[in-house]
């Protein structure tokens, strides 16, 4: 069962809030493989603050090591409260309002607010609907998952 991380209702108002699920890819291979259960499949579904300024999926420590997902690097990064060295892990697959890919997702201090960023964003081709506080298909494509490739 997963472990869910609701929004936080009233506080997050005027905001654009979407709960993630993420799954630790090595997991969902071994299970399609017969050699863990299905259920036996790290996964996590945690309320998002929409973040078109952050880069990654950013999720609490905590929570990235409960997924068990590989460490890649180390990457600076500018927050709000100073330049931060943040650890970035890959082997994820999130999904996001039926949409799903694999993402990289960058762990966050202990108590830090979980961001979708823009790579996700652009990967599962949504696009902020700050009038309406939700993600919506990309209008360019009309709506419609699409890739460009140019």
Known sequence: MPSVVEPKPGVDMGRVLVTVTV?????????????????????????CLVDSGATFLCLPESLVEQLGLDFHRVREARTVSGPMSLKVYGGAIIEVQGRSCHAEVMALPEGRQPLLGQIPLETLDWWIDTKNHRLVGNPEHGGEWMADIF
């Open 23 to 47: 799954e630790n890819a090595d997991d969902r291979k071994r299970a399609s493989a017969g050699a863990i259960p299905p259920e036996a499949v790290r996964r996590v579904a945690v309320g």
